[in-house]
């Protein structure tokens, strides 16, 4: 049996724990992480004090060691945000259908937890006790791999998630960490089928891609957002230079800003202009189509074909002139990832169009695509944002972390 | 691009037609086919003649000939049953969730369909049918890959469908049937990413195995029934009797009957010979632990480790003596495959802990497991029985064959 077996192990024996326990309980394990987080601020930042060493004698960028960086000011948020999740409705338990049968049986359909949720992730350290504290709210054991970045600090929060968990009587290995951040462990992980019920990978197109690749348990793809915003014809377009600015320039890194600008033919001329004037000031590289280019002049690079289907994460903004809503549907079905995507309109027949063709999680009209999110869509918190269309579309919240079974109650009853 | 390539994309641009349709439309189309389906009655019956006299020259068992066979009156069957899909509701465009943001954005969570559904299966010929028909009302493309052997039959029940769909002007391409029936087709359906949204498999053990390996399409897993009865200390003895028998022999080759019998120690010489009794009536062979042959005698086989892992899916039944309600559990949990499990009991909490504790998508008290079925839970009709935790579980209905997207709107909010 392989290391990663025995964890397995050891997280269906925690899952079926965590199966029978009240929500007070979970609660009061919840308190319990979250004071411990403060109680062993020293060690935790401490051992993210020699992730960042290594991280700064290994080069890595300004950005990603700030991403990397824990204060106590930012454990603090951590602590709390475990804390709030206590006030979160406990998801599974739900009776969520059922009836009586002609024959007197009694149907029932009740949410239970997924049982082992794994996790890979590249991401900050918030990501172990986020991931984590969700996975128990809802009662699922998790096996939780992170980049080798930040080892030390990771290890550091699941063992004050583990000693924890052990003040209130629960067992430590609800949330195990995967200490072999080597290609390897991944790999396996994603095959672990019979410890893994669902693998939820977060992080960039190339570990969303591995584990679409090589994964053989049930897998939710995440985050990857190659996001537009489609400039109508009869658009406001005061309104559209706003959320194209918002959409693209108030968060460019994460996977709900937009990569994309269509604009239609009508409106290109008097539109690409004023929105130029307000990227400029932010300092985005635009990449346009050759009408894009005649209109705004040379200062535009012309965009290669690969730049529609790249997720910049960065202040670079693809454009294309379209000569119709049509064109733009079809070029978001195409180049889109199935995350969010937007229509500026005055129109109400093309707004109803773009919302019911456009093949995507979130579908905007009239607002910046950076809304989507577990906080904004009333979820409470997240654990990630499925592109994909089975199980759970969009931010992911405590229910999505639920499974359901039918519970049938008879006497003596037979077919 | 490829054969399977091309079916894929056809089928993307049927899926956007059926999703723009209201439906009366649908339910026209279905019409038609129920119609056209008679119609074509003597071409599809030639058809399934040419498969039945292959298969009687290869050497095929009585019992499989019989489900190949089609007759005037199963065709009428059929034709009726695509008939009551109709009556049905229509499981897309239902608001499912929303409200408004403080800042007065509206968000509306609302039911679509999966988009192109791809179904490899070995089945009946009747399941071409009932997966086009189900995956049509959930506004879904279908491509449908059966086995070699109901070649002509599907392909024929194809045709008259799609010729329905174009005397109701909507794209043939909405029902799609591999011709090719190769091992390699079925490897590259699995793998048809960006044109298959999700893929069901229908099937055995071994085809089941077979996609969850290789597929990098999301898949639900199907049917495996290593299902189990627990017979409880404190049960009524006769009912136990009645369920396992009906449970066992009312139809043994489906994924709801039962391929085990745990009994508790303390009843186990008073229940077993009874038990014994009803089942030799049917000829059902037994194969049992140690102290099963020692309370029956020597008629009883010996049970080896695989038995109790072995869907047989016959007049075969596997029999374990147990030490307690827990050991039962963690038998069922280790080796069932998370289909439908019983209780006989008329202990509280038993029930209620057999009931918590089983992983399965259909627990039962004092009830035949034979009842998981998309009519008996009120689902209508059935795709599928999924024995896994993510997207759907149990019996698959229309529902099931949806997912949703949040469609936001605003005036022009940003973040």
Redesign the interface.
Known sequence: MTQLQEMGQRAQRAA?VL??ISTSKKNEALNAIAENLIHCQSEILEANAKDMEAAWASGMSASLLDRLSLTPKRLNAIAQSVQEVTALPDPVGKVIGG?T?PNG?R?EKVSVP??VVGMIFEARPNVVVDAAVLCLKSSNASILRGGKEAICTSSALEQAMRKALESVQLPADCIQLVKDTSRNSALEMMKL?GYI??LIPRGGAGLIRSV??NA?V???ETGTGNCHVYVDNSC?IE?AC??V???KT?RPSVCNAIENVLVHRGIASSFLPLMKKALDARHVELRGCPETVRILGGCVTTASEEDYDTEFLDYILAVKVVNSLEEAIQHI?THGTRHSECIVTRDYAN?RKF???V??????????T???DGG???LGAEIGIST????A??PMGLNELT?????????????
Chains 1, 2 share one sequence.
């Open positions: 079926r199966n029978t009836g049968n049986l149907i997924l049982g089928n019920d669902v679409v690749e053989t049930p897998v939710i406001d309104m706003q959320i600015d918002n959409a108030s079905n707004s919302v019911c063709e093949d995507a999680a979130a579908v905007y009209v009239n607002a910046s950076r809304f989507t904004e869509f009333g994909q269309k089975l199980h579309r969009g499974s359901y079974k039918y519970i049938v109650e008879g006497n003596g009853q037979i077919r």
